[in-house]
C-alpha cells in the first residue's frame, strides 16, 4: 500500500456566494485509492449538507464498482457534457427512428440484345413500340432503350447504331 496522499481539489470561484466560502478551506488530504475504502473522506466541519460530495455508485460483485476498475470514479459530466451526450445519442438514433434503410440492390439479370442501325424517319418511340411486348407502356420501354444505349434524350441520327432487346 502506498502511504502518499493526493489534495483534491474544489472549485475556487468567487462568482456566487464568495462570502459564506471565504471562511472555508478549498482543498483538502484524501487517501490514495487503494486506502480510500478503508478511510472515510473527511468532512469540513462547516461543510453545508448540499456540499455533499457525489455518492459512490454501487459496488459490483468483483469489489469494485465499474466506474473506479476504469479510474473515473468521481467523476461527473457537466450539464454541457450531458447535453453532447444527448445530441450524440439522438443523433446514432434517428434513422432507426425514422426508418432510414439501405438497401444494396442485385446486379442485373443480362439482356439479350441485337444491333441495330436507325433508318430515316425512324423515331425511338416507334423503335420501342416495335419491341415492347403486348400490354407493356412504351413510355418504360422507351426509358429502358434510353438506358441501354446511354441517350441523354430520345433523338436519333440516320446511321446510329443502337442495341435492342432481341425478342
Do not use: I, K
Not at 474544489?10 to 478551506?25: E, P, V, Y
Not at 468483483?62 to 450539464?79: D, I, P, W
Not at 443480362?110 to 412504351?138: F, I, K, M, Y
Amino acid at each position: 500500500m502506498s502511504t502518499s496522499t493526493t489534495l483534491e481539489h474544489h472549485g475556487l470561484g468567487r462568482s456566487r456566494g464568495a462570502a459564506s466560502r471565504a471562511g472555508r478551506r478549498h482543498l483538502r488530504v484524501v487517501p490514495p485509492l487503494e486506502d480510500a475504502a478503508a478511510v472515510p473522506a473527511a468532512r469540513p466541519a462547516s461543510a453545508r449538507p448540499d456540499d455533499r460530495a457525489p455518492a459512490a455508485s454501487a459496488p459490483s460483485p468483483g469489489g469494485r464498482s465499474l466506474a473506479a476498475r476504469l479510474g473515473l470514479e468521481g467523476l461527473r459530466l457537466t450539464a454541457r457534457g450531458r447535453f453532447a451526450v444527448a445530441v450524440v445519442a439522438l443523433v446514432v438514433a434517428a434513422p432507426v427512428v425514422w426508418g432510414a434503410t439501405a438497401v444494396a440492390s442485385s446486379p442485373v439479370d443480362p439482356v439479350e440484345v441485337r444491333a441495330h442501325a436507325v433508318e430515316p424517319g425512324e423515331t425511338l418511340w416507334g423503335l420501342a413500340a416495335s419491341v415492347a411486348e403486348p400490354g407493356q407502356d412504351v413510355r418504360d420501354v422507351v426509358r429502358e432503350l434510353q438506358e441501354l444505349n446511354g441517350l441523354p434524350t430520345g433523338g436519333l441520327t440516320v446511321g446510329q447504331t443502337l442495341y435492342v432487346p432481341a425478342g
